[in-house]
C-alpha cells in the first residue's frame, strides 16, 4: 500500500531473517547505502553476507588488477583469464555479487580511496575500509566524521590466522531487548586515529595480543612507505626492532615474537578466517543499520590458533 | 596455518559433508577455498525460495532442483579444478554404510535435524572417523568435534526433546500463544480436515462427560446440504462460544485462572452473509489449489498485521468455507503444512480466536505461521562464521593434533569480552549407551505393555533406530529388513501385538533386551524393571527410560528468564546465556564441566496425535541454550 511496507517478495525471500531481526529493520536495511574498499577474501565475504541481507546498494571501489593472491580467498572472482583480463577486482566482484540478489544494487566506482572528497561519503550510511594504509584509513574516517549524517566507518584486515575488525559509529542509538522490555542505549566511540594513539602502557595487560600486532605492522609499512600487506620473511628482523622501539620501557610480552613472524611470513589471508571476520562485520553492520541490538564497540580480535573471538574497548 | 603439515593434510584428505543448506553451502566455499580436492557432499532437500536470503550458491531459476548437485556446480566455478561428488538423497539409505564411510578422513555435519545426526554420529563412530558438528540459530551457534575414544560422542549428553505440553494446557488451560496454536493446529485442524479415524483430544476435554458421545462425534460433521455458511458459524459458535460454556462450568479449574471468555459469530460478525466480501466464485474452478487464500479473498495484504478479533473470526469462516467450496477432495487427508497458505490462515485465525478467549496476545500471521510451522530463525552471517569454525577444527583433525580440539559457542552477547569462545571438549561419557556399553533401564508394566510398545516408544522414537533387532538371550523377538518373508513378518507383527510377559520367552522384571540396528552398527541392551502405575500426565507413554541421553520434556517454557552474562571476570565463571524467546531450554543432566548450547532437532518425531509443536523441519537447527542454573556449571578457558 504505502511503500514503506515490505514487499511480497521481499518477504518471501527474507522470511527467515526477518524473523531474526523483524521486519521494521529489514525495511532499514533495504534503504542503506555501503561502501567498501579493498576486495580480497575478507570484504568478498562481508558483501556477500550484507547483499543477501537485503541492503539498498552496495559500491565497490579497488582498481587493482586481478592477482593470485586476490585469486585465493575470493571466491567472486572466477580463475579464468579469459574472463578477468583487463577487469578489475572491484568489477570482477560486482559482476558476482549482482547475481547473489537482484533485489541490491551493485555498483562500482572508480578512482583512489584517498581522493575521494568528503562529499562523496555522504551518500552512504556505512564505508568499510580494507587493505588500506594507516594514512589513508585516519583520512577516510575523518571524512566520515566531518558529515553532518552519521556514516558508520569500519576497517576490516585478515593475515595468516588473524583478523581484525576496527569500529567507529560516532554516537549511535539503539534498542535492545532486556527482560522482555525494549530500552533504549547510546554509545560514544573514538576515531580510529585515537583509538591507536591510547598510550600502550594504559592499556590492560590482557589486551589482545592481536592489536599490539597489527599496530606494529601498520608503523612499519608506513616507515618503510610500503603497501598496505607488502611484508615478507625478509622484513622480520625490522618488524622486531620497531615493536621493541614502540614497546619502550614495556614488558615486550604484549606480543610474542612468534606472532610477528607468522603475520609478516604469510601475510595472506587465511579462507576461513576470512569467513568468520567476514561474517562478524556483516552482523555488525546490520546492528549499526537497524539499530538493534549491541553493537560491539570498538575492536573485533579473532586468532585461530586459540580460537577466541574477543571484543576489546579501546 | 602456511606449513607444509598443513598443506598436505588439506591436499590428502577426503572429506564427507552431510547437508547442504545454510551451513552446507557456506561451508562448501570455504572448504573449496582452503584448498580442499576431495569433497563428497549428500542432501536430500530440494530449492526453495525461502533458502535464498542465506545459501548463497542458490538462485531464483534453481528452485526445485537438487541443493547437493547445484552447490558443486557453484563452488566448480571459482574452483574448477577440485573434486566434488554430490549426492541428491538421505544420508539415511543403506547405500551409505558403514563401508562408504570409512573411506572418508572427516565427516562435517550442516544437518537440521536430531535424527539424522544421531544416524551420522553412529556410523561415524562405528566407523572410526572423526565428525565436526555443528549447528544455528539466528546469532547463536556452535561447532563440536567428535573423535571416538577422544571427546565426547555427540550422543553422550542430554539433547532437548521436542517441546510436548500437556493435554489440558491445550485443551483447557492455554496461557500462552503457542498452546492456542497446538490446539488450531493438531486438534482442530486436523478434526476438520485431518484423518476422520484419528484420535482427537478436542471434545474429550473440552467438553467432558457432560456432553453425550454421540452428540460430540456429529458436531464437526457438515450435515447434508448444510449451508457452508451456517456450517462455519456453527463449528465457529461450538468450539468457541459452547465449548469455553462447558468449561466454565468446571469451577474448579478457574479458582485460581482468569476465566475464558465464550465467542460467539452473533457478537463479532454483522448479520450480513460474508459471502459478499468473498469472491469465491471469481476464482473458483479454474486456480491453483495450493493459491487458494482467505486473505486475498477478504482483500487483506499483510502477513505482519496483527488482526482484530473481527478479522480473525472473517478469516476463519471464509477459510473453512474455501476449504470445502475448492479443496474438497483434499479432506479428510489433510495434515498441516507451513507452506499452505489457506492452512496457515484458518490456523493463525482460530489461534487468535482461542486467544482473545483467554486474554492471551494476538499474533500476525506471519509470527503465526513461525510458531506452528516450527521455522528456524536463519541468517546468513552466523553460517559463514560457523562454517569458518568447522574447517578450522576438520584441519587439526585430520592433523590429529588433537590437543587443540575446541568446541566453539557463537554468542549473541560477549561472555568474558568473547563472541567467539572455545572450550576444551568433554571427554567420552562413560555410561553414554552410544559410545559405550552402558545398558539402559525400562521401567514399563511387563502385565500390559506390549512388545510394539518397546519397538516403537523406546527403540524407534527415543533411541532412533531405523532398523532394529530385537534379541532375548538367543531367541529373536522382533527383526525387520527387506530380504524377510512374508510369513516372518507376519509372525512378527503378531508377536509385537502381545503383551510382554506372555510372549513364549516372557519379558519380565529382570530381562536384558539386546537391541541391534544393522544400519547404524549400534548395539545397546535395555534391563527391563516392571512397575505397576504411571502418571498419565507426566509419563503419558506409560514407560520410563533411563541411562538414555535425550533429557526430559520440558512441559512448560518458564518464564523468560533472560541473564546478562558479561563482566564477569574470574577464570573459571558461570556461564549464561541469554535465551531468545524461541529457543527452549532444557535442563539437561549435571555435567562436570558444563556445555551450555546444544543442538537440537528441528525435525524429530512428527507424532500424529501428540500434541507438539515441533513438527516440520526446515534449515538450520536450534541452539539450545542450557538453563541448567542448579549446576554450577563451569567453563575452562585455555
Ligand atoms: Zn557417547
Not at chain 1, 38 to 51: D, H, P, Y
Not at chain 2, 184 to 200: P, R, S, T, Y
Not at chain 2, 295 to 310: E, R, T, V
Request: aromatic letters at 8%.
Amino acid at each position: 500500500m504505502d511503500g514503506e511496507e515490505l514487499t511480497e517478495q521481499e518477504t518471501a525471500l527474507y522470511d527467515r531473517q526477518i524473523r531474526v531481526w523483524g521486519a521494521d529493520a529489514q525495511r532499514r536495511l533495504s534503504k542503506a547505502h555501503i561502501l567498501v574498499y579493498g576486495l580480497k577474501g575478507t570484504v568478498a565475504e562481508f558483501c556477500k553476507n550484507i547483499v543477501l541481507a537485503g541492503v539498498g546498494s552496495l559500491t565497490l571501489v579497488d582498481d587493482r588488477e586481478v592477482s593470485e593472491e586476490a585469486l585465493s580467498a575470493n571466491f567472486l572472482i572466477p580463475p579464468d583469464e579469459n574472463v578477468y583480463a583487463g577487469k578489475t577486482l572491484a568489477e570482477l566482484s560486482c559482476d558476482s555479487l549482482k547475481d547473489f540478489n537482484p533485489m541490491v544494487r551493485v555498483s562500482v566506482e572508480k578512482g583512489d580511496l584517498s581522493s575521494f572528497n568528503v562529499e562523496f561519503f555522504s551518500k552512504f550510511d556505512v564505508v568499510v575500509v580494507s587493505c588500506s594504509s594507516l594514512a589513508t584509513k585516519k583520512l577516510v574516517n575523518e571524512k566520515c566524521r566531518k558529515l553532518p549524517k552519521r556514516v558508520a566507518f569500519y576497517t576490516v584486515d585478515c593475515k595468516d590466522s588473524c583478523g581484525e575488525i576496527f569500529v567507529d559509529l560516532q554516537v549511535h542509538r539503539y534498542s535492545k531487548k532486556k527482560n522482555d522490555e525494549t530500552v533504549e542505549c547510546e554509545l560514544q566511540y573514538s576515531s580510529f586515529e585515537e583509538a591507536i594513539s591510547v598510550p600502550w602502557r594504559t592499556l590492560p595487560r590482557k589486551t589482545s595480543k592481536v592489536y599490539f600486532a597489527m599496530r606494529v605492522l601498520e608503523r612499519f609499512e608506513e616507515a618503510e612507505g610500503r603497501k598496505p600487506g607488502e611484508v615478507s620473511i625478509e622484513d622480520l628482523s625490522g618488524v622486531l626492532k620497531l615493536k621493541k622501539e614502540l614497546f619502550v620501557s614495556m614488558n615486550e610480552s604484549h606480543i610474542p615474537d612468534s606472532l610477528l613472524e607468522r603475520l609478516v611470513t604469510n601475510a595472506r589471508e587465511f579462507p576461513p578466517v576470512c569467513a568468520i571476520i567476514g561474517g562478524i562485520l556483516g552482523q555488525e553492520v546490520i546492528k549499526a543499520i537497524s539499530g538493534k541490538g549491541d553493537p560491539l564497540k570498538n575492536f573485533f580480535f579473532f586468532d585461530a590458533t586459540d580460537g577466541k573471538g574477543i571484543i576489546e574497548d579501546i | 596455518m602456511a606449513s607444509d603439515k598443513h598443506f598436505s593434510a588439506i591436499k590428502g584428505a577426503k572429506v564427507l559433508m552431510v547437508g547442504a543448506g545454510g551451513i552446507g553451502c557456506e561451508l562448501l566455499k570455504t572448504l573449496a577455498l582452503s584448498d580442499f580436492q576431495d569433497i563428497h557432499i549428500i542432501d536430500m532437500d530440494t530449492i526453495e525460495v525461502s533458502n535464498l536470503n542465506r545459501q548463497f550458491l542458490f538462485r531464483q531459476s534453481h528452485v526445485g532442483q537438487s541443493k547437493a548437485k547445484v552447490a558443486r556446480d557453484a563452488v566448480l566455478k571459482f574452483r574448477p579444478h577440485i573434486s566434488i561428488t554430490p549426492y541428491h538423497a538421505n544420508v539415511k539409505d543403506s547405500d551409505f554404510d558403514l563401508d562408504f564411510f570409512k573411506q572418508f578422513n572427516v565427516v562435517l555435519n550442516g544437518l537440521d535435524n536430531l535424527d539424522a545426526r544421531r544416524h551420522v554420529n553412529r556410523l561415524c563412530l562405528a566407523a572410526e572417523v572423526p565428525l565436526v558438528e555443528s549447528g544455528t540459530t539466528g546469532f547463536l551457534g556452535q561447532v563440536t568435534v567428535h573423535v571416538k575414544g577422544k571427546t565426547e560422542c555427540y550422543e553422550c549428553q542430554p539433547k532437548p526433546a521436542p517441546k510436548t505440553y500437556p493435554v489440558c494446557t491445550i485443551t483447557s488451560t492455554p496461557s500462552k500463544f503457542v498452546h492456542c496454536i497446538v490446539w488450531a493446529k493438531d486438534l482442530l485442524f486436523a478434526k476438520l480436515f485431518g484423518d476422520k479415524n484419528q484420535e482427537n483430544d478436542l471434545n474429550v476435554r473440552s467438553g467432558d462427560a457432560s456432553s453425550s458421545s454421540n452428540h460430540v462425534e456429529d458436531v464437526f460433521e457438515r450435515r447434508n446440504d448444510e449451508n457452508i455458511e451456517h456450517y462455519g458459524k456453527r463449528i465457529y459458535d461450538h468450539v468457541f462460544g459452547y465449548n469455553i460454556e462447558i468449561a466454565l462450568s468446571n469451577e474448579e479449574t478457574w479458582k485460581n485462572r482468569n476465566k475464558p471468555k465464550p465467542i460467539y459469530t452473533r457478537d463479532i460478525l454483522d448479520n450480513e452473509p460474508t459471502q459478499q466480501n468473498g469472491n469465491v466464485e471469481k476464482n473458483g474452478g479454474t486456480s491453483d489449489p495450493s493459491s487458494v487464500s482467505a486473505m486475498a479473498s477478504l482483500g487483506m495484504k499483510n502477513p505482519q498485521d496483527i488482526w482484530s478479533l473481527k478479522e480473525n473470526s472473517r478469516i476463519f469462516i471464509e477459510a473453512l468455507k474455501l476449504f470445502f467450496l475448492q479443496r474438497e477432495e483434499e479432506i479428510g487427508n489433510l495434515t498441516f503444512d507451513k507452506d499452505d497458505q489457506l492452512a496457515v490462515e484458518f490456523v493463525t485465525a482460530a489461534a487468535n480466536i482461542r486467544a482473545s478467549s483467554f486474554g492471551i496476545a494476538l499474533h500476525s500471521l506471519f509470527e503465526a505461521k513461525g510458531i506452528a510451522g516450527n521455522i528456524v530463525h536463519a541468517v546468513a552471517t552466523t553460517n559463514a562464521v560457523i562454517a569458518g569454525l568447522i574447517v578450522i577444527e576438520a584441519i587439526k583433525v585430520l592433523k590429529s593434533d588433537s590437543k587443540s580440539y575446541r568446541m566453539t559457542y557463537c554468542l549473541e552477547h560477549p561472555s568474558k569480552k568473547m563472541l567467539l569462545m572455545p572450550v576444551e571438549p568433554f571427554e567420552p561419557n562413560k555410561s553414554c549407551y552410544v559410545c559405550s556399553e552402558t545398558p539402559l533401564t525400562l521401567e514399563i508394566n511387563t502385565n500390559r505393555a506390549k512388545l510394539r510398545d518397546i519397538i516403537e516408544k523406546v527403540v524407534k522414537s527415543k533411541l532412533g533406530m531405523n532398523a532394529p533387532s530385537i534379541m532375548h538371550g538367543t531367541e529373536v523377538l522382533y527383526e525387520t529388513g527387506d530380504d524377510l518373508d512374508k510369513d516372518l513378518l507376519a509372525a512378527y507383527a503378531a508377536k509385537a501385538d502381545k503383551v510382554l510377559s506372555e510372549l513364549n520367552s516372557p519379558v519380565i522384571g529382570g530381562t536384558m533386551l539386546t537391541i541391534n540396528d544393522l544400519y547404524q552398527e549400534l548395539r545397546c541392551n535395555i534391563n527391563i524393571k516392571h512397575r505397576e502405575e504411571f502418571d498419565e500426565e507426566k509419563e503419558p507413554d506409560g514407560l520410563v527410560l533411563s541411562g538414555w541421553t535425550q533429557a526430559p520434556s520440558l512441559v512448560e517454557n518458564n518464564g523468560n528468564k533472560s541473564v546478562d552474562n558479561a563482566g564477569s571476570t574470574s577464570e573459571a565463571s558461570t556461564l549464561e546465556v541469554e535465551k531468545d524467546d524461541e529457543i527452549e531450554i532444557v535442563a539437561g543432566k549435571k555435567r562436570k564441566l558444563s556445555e551450555d548450547v546444544i543442538p537440537s532437532n528441528a525435525g524429530e518425531s512428527k507424532g500424529k496425535n501428540k500434541l507438539e509443536v515441533l513438527d516440520d523441519e526446515d534449515d538450520e537447527d536450534l541452539i539450545m541454550l542450557d538453563g541448567d542454573s542448579g549446576a554450577n556449571k563451569k567453563i575452562r578457558h585455555q
